[in-house]
């Protein structure tokens, strides 16, 4: 009995210690950083219609890599999100047109100002009734979560009674005005301004607020020296005039068209066909991401759940109270709040970095695992309780009698269990997207944010789903026969 | 002859309620001991004790010279020696009949697997299932069961077999084929303990009956006296009611 004990927990000792031991680090001889940036947020950064990321912020980051001599790997993600894995030390530095405001300086140590902004209002081109802000009183107003404009917004709500509708990207809140559901939006000048004049169907409606300078962002108190390598390679750049064509080619006369280049075929026919055509390589990508996670998940998460449920119909009790918590806290636990806890809130606890695919995979295990856990013991209990008895009866001890015997024939109920979570873990990588997994939901939401063709991506990202669900459940039936 | 099974003053109580009352019992070598009562009277709970199947609050238990009621004592060990069928069967259904058979002696290093093997051929023919090997116990009727079941028991060459209502869960015409696999095996020489109604059986072969009645020995004696001339009224009257059902 006690040998059963040990290599189970020798087991799970090993599985924790293969997560924590998966971090890598690099051995070059150039420094480099990881670094943060919003999805879409035209003309600083979005994605070209080859899935790289240009705009001015992404140019001059390119420009002052090169001079100051440091590499970096990019993160997108939405700002908000970027700016909480700044905080869990997840990511080096945050560079995503953000403010630079006294709040912020709380906990961000930020570069010089390296761009002049202000908080405007925009209301929808078509919209004659809403002139100034006074108009928007007891309205519904859009914000990006975590952006000047949303502070502007919250610290001005109770005077103008505004209700704020939160969204992730730019895109999104943009087109929340046009279609009507909010009046107005609060924006940063140079993006609505650009927006604007790239033909998003807005007008702005009041002078910049708050203003103040756009700024390259690291923890406060970490990475000086990549702050400092900022500073001084912008100055550079400055000085150089590089940094003024860098702006020129996004805000000058025939200036990249950054919707044209975006999406130059699908916006001329947005046809399924054109956008499958013109993203292939980006929904392949995002599908193997899935299929990955999916795969890693469910087998690691069966191996977790087979090994809590072994305790949980243990002789001793500590055992048994052991995998009834860990069941019931992961089970109880929305996964969008365990994603978080581990990308994000666990790294400001340890002080060590998770990468997003690692934190994503875990999240799966322990949230996969639970449900797992609890159909396994309930089919290992469902077993008849004669089968134990007569096993040991013949004199197997406990351990061997359960492998031998009660084990095969509770696992082969489970089965169909087993199917419908490996179904329920694809679909449920999706809400990995929210950490900045870059999976088949999130590359939805890249594309989008890119050619605006919102009802045909997300068709074919659904169609992409239930295509691979469908050939997953066939093989899960093919092999469910074999096994019988 | 040494007494195989000795057990003194055995209690056991579920709760409040007390199911064993103060149990004495010796077993001899070769002897066949068939234990009747009504339900509810503790005689299967008594079987299942002899193995440790259920505790016991007090008392002692030797069996095969194992003292049964130590919690230091290897139960394992202990039950290796001694043979136990169920009414239910309790067949492995996931095994074949041969797997079901040569699993344990196996598994514990008794035999080797070829060894195992041919002693489970051995013991299918013995019991006249020699065909169903290689199926699956499903396949097989109830009667076919229980001769499974024995042969699997018989396979650990126990010194001692228990027998918990084997013919209870059968048709009919099913416990002829079991009883008679019984019968063999107490002709053989084996010692038995034996719960069951089948009073034909009890008649038949036991060289002692006795009578469980409120979580006790009530009587106990050779079958002609116990059937012809019980002591006492409980007794009689048990009697009475399944003799001229």
């Known amino acids: ?484 | 002859m040494a007494a195989i099974v000795d057990v003194k003053d055995v209690h056991k109580s579920y709760g409040s309620n007390e199911v064993l009352k103060g149990i004495d019992l010796e077993v001899q070598e070769g002897e066949v001991v068939v234990m009747i009562g009504p339900s509810g009277s503790g005689k299967s709970t008594f079987l299942r004790t002899l193995n440790h199947l259920e505790d016991t609050d007090s008392g002692k238990i030797v069996i095969n010279g194992w003292d049964v009621s130590d919690s230091k004592t290897n139960i394992d060990k202990t039950r290796e020696t001694i043979g136990m069928v169920f009414q239910h069967f309790n067949l492995f259904p996931h095994l074949t009949v041969l797997e079901n058979m040569t699993l344990a002696p196996v598994e514990l290093g008794k035999y080797s697997k070829d060894e195992a093997e041919a002693k489970a051929l051995e013991l299918l023919d013995r019991v006249g299932l020699r065909d169903k090997a290689d199926v699956k116990p499903t396949t097989l009727s109830g009667g076919q069961k229980q001769r499974v079941a024995i042969a699997r028991a018989l396979e650990m060459n126990p010194k001692i077999m228990l027998f918990d209502e084997p013919t209870s869960a059968l048709d009919p015409e099913m416990v002829g084929d079991v009883l008679q696999v019984m019968k063999d095996l107490a002709k053989d020489g084996m010692t038995m303990i034996v719960v069951t109604h089948e009073m034909g059986f009890a008649k038949q072969v036991a060289d002692r009956v006795v009578f469980f009645a409120d979580g006790l020995i009530n009587e106990q004696g050779k079958p002609e006296d116990v059937f012809n001339h019980p002591q006492h009224e409980r007794t009689k009257d048990f009697l009475d009611k399944v003799l001229n059902a």
Do not use: C
Not at chain 1, 105 to 118: A, I, R
Not at chain 1, 419 to 438: C, H, R
């Open chain 1, 1 to 484: 009995m006690n040998k059963w004990l040990k290599s189970i927990l020798t087991l799970i000792v090993l599985m924790f210690g293969m997560f924590v031991g998966g971090t890598t680090s690099f051995a070059a001889d150039k420094p480099h950083y990881t670094i943060a940036t919003d999805t879409t947020y035209p003309p600083f950064e979005f994605q070209d219609k080859d899935g790289e990321y240009r705009g001015i912020d992404m140019d001059m980051l390119k420009a002052i890599s090169k001079e100051e001599g440091f590499t970096y790997t990019l993160k997108p993600m939405s700002f908000n999100a970027g700016v909480q894995a700044i905080q869990a030390g997840q990511v080096d530095g945050l560079l995503a047109g953000m403010s630079i405001t006294p709040e912020r300086e709380k906990s961000f140590d930020f570069s010089v100002p390296y761009y002049k902004t202000g908080v405007v209002i925009a209301v929808n081109g078509k919209d004659k009734d809403n002139k100034s802000l006074d108009d928007l009183k007891g309205k519904k107003v859009a914000v990006k979560t975590g952006t000047a404009g949303a502070q502007y917004a919250q610290s001005i709500a109770k005077e103008y009674d505004l209700k704020l509708s939160f969204f992730n990207d730019s895109n999104t809140m943009y087109n929340d005005v046009k279609v009507g559901n909010t009046v107005a939006a609060f924006e940063d000048q140079p993006v609505m301004a650009y927006a604007i004049n790239q033909g998003t169907d807005m007008n702005i409606i009041t002078k910049p607020v708050n203003t103040g300078g756009y700024g390259f962002g690291v923890k406060k108190g970490a990475n000086a020296e990549l702050l400092k390598s900022f500073d001084k390679g912008y100055d550079k750049l400055v000085k150089s005039g590089e940094y003024d064509k860098i702006v020129q080619n996004y805000l000058g006369d025939n200036s990249y068209n950054y919707k044209k280049n975006a999406a130059n075929e699908a916006a001329a026919k947005p046809t399924i066909w054109n956008i499958l055509k013109e993203n292939k390589s980006a929904l392949l990508d995002g599908l193997f991401k899935t299929i990955q996670l999916t795969l890693i998940g469910i087998i690691l998460a069966s191996i977790w759940g087979m090994l809590l449920a072994v305790m949980g119909v243990m002789p001793s009790k500590i055992m048994r109270g052991i995998s009834t918590s860990i069941i019931y806290l992961f089970r109880g636990l929305p996964m969008l709040v365990l994603a978080f806890f581990i990308y994000i809130g666990l790294p400001n606890l340890t002080g060590s970095k998770i990468p997003a695919f690692t934190a994503g995979v875990i999240t799966l295990v322990l949230n996969e695992g639970a449900y797992i856990a609890s159909f396994v013991k309930g089919g290992f209990l469902s077993v008849d309780k004669g089968q134990l008895e007569a096993a040991r009866s013949l004199g197997m001890p406990y351990g061997k009698a359960m492998r031998k015997v009660v084990m095969p024939q509770g696992i082969r109920l489970t089965i169909p269990s087993f199917i419908n979570q490996f179904i329920i873990t694809l679909k449920d990588t999706s809400i990995l997207s929210a950490i900045g997994i870059i999976e088949l939901t999130q590359t939805g939401t890249l594309i989008i944010a890119r050619n605006l063709q919102g009802f045909r991506v997300w068709l074919i990202i659904g169609a992409m789903y239930l295509i691979v669900i469908t050939l997953l459940t066939w093989l899960s039936n093919w092999m469910e026969k074999r096994i019988k």
